[in-house]
């Protein structure tokens, strides 16, 4: 978890790699189906591009479907789900079936002004079309609304591990990984 630019993305991968488990990022499979023009991509193209959220009904079915993937059987890590506590209910409820658990969540903690700051030099660099600053504005106000609680949910129950995610990309993945490797494996 994180602030849009907190760095989620790049993060994930270092640690997915880390463990041997696959990314699962519901951004980049959002921008891969707007790519490929599917009808899962046409619905969310809308929300994307004004920085809404996608309905929940449709996060969560794309989750369950992509967690039941061979490949997610021994585990798996996600960057960017969930985001409302609607999505933390049905993810509990996901990992109940299929009989994996959560072993940590991991929060990156960034200054606000270092982010807008990133935020727009992705904009310069990838051309992500929802890093305009309205829309950025946009993803950080539902970012404290509808997922900053969330922290204090896993909080509550002891996975909540916060990374200082400013410095140097290497310095924070160091970070994470001395915060994971000493949880025990479920
Ligand atoms: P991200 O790459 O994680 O910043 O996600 C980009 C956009 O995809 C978000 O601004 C949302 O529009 C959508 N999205 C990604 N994950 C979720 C989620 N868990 N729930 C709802 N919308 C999401």
């Known amino acids: 978890?994180?602030?849009?630019?907190?760095?989620?993305?790049?993060?994930?991968?270092?640690?997915?790699?880390?463990?041997g488990i696959p990314a699962i990022s519901t951004g980049d499979i959002f921008r891969a189906n707007v790519s490929e023009g599917t009808p899962l991509g046409k619905?969310?193209?809308?929300?994307?591009?004004a920085g809404e959220y996608v309905p929940d009904e449709v996060t969560n079915s794309m989750v369950r479907n992509r967690i039941d993937e061979p490949d997610?059987?021994?585990?798996?890590l996600l960057d960017g789900y969930p985001r409302t506590l609607a999505q933390v209910?049905?993810?509990?409820?996901m990992i109940?079936?299929?009989?994996?658990?959560?072993?940590?969540?991991?929060?990156?903690t960034v200054d606000d002004d270092v982010l807008v700051e990133r935020l727009l030099q992705r904009a310069a660099v990838e051309?992500?079309?929802?890093?305009?600053?309205?829309?950025?504005r946009r993803r950080q106000e539902l970012y404290?609304?509808?997922?900053?609680?969330?922290?204090?949910?896993?909080?509550?129950?002891?996975?909540?591990?916060?990374?200082?995610?400013?410095?140097?990309?290497?310095?924070v993945t160091q970070r994470i990984?001395?915060?994971?490797d000493v949880i025990p494996e479920s």
Do not use: N, S
């Open 1 to 19: 978890m994180g602030p849009p630019g907190a760095g989620k993305g790049t993060q994930a991968k270092f640690v997915a790699q880390h463990f």
């Open 43 to 49: 619905e969310a193209q809308r929300y994307m591009d």
């Open 72 to 76: 997610a059987v021994p585990g798996f």
């Open 89 to 93: 209910e049905e993810l509990d409820g």
């Open 96 to 108: 109940g079936f299929t009989g994996h658990r959560l072993d940590a969540v991991v929060v990156l």
């Open 127 to 136: 051309g992500r079309a929802d890093d305009t600053e309205d829309v950025v």
């Open 144 to 171: 404290g609304e509808q997922t900053a609680p969330l922290i204090e949910v896993y909080r509550d129950r002891g996975l909540l591990i916060e990374i200082d995610g400013l410095g140097e990309v290497d310095d």
């Open 177 to 180: 990984f001395a915060a994971l």
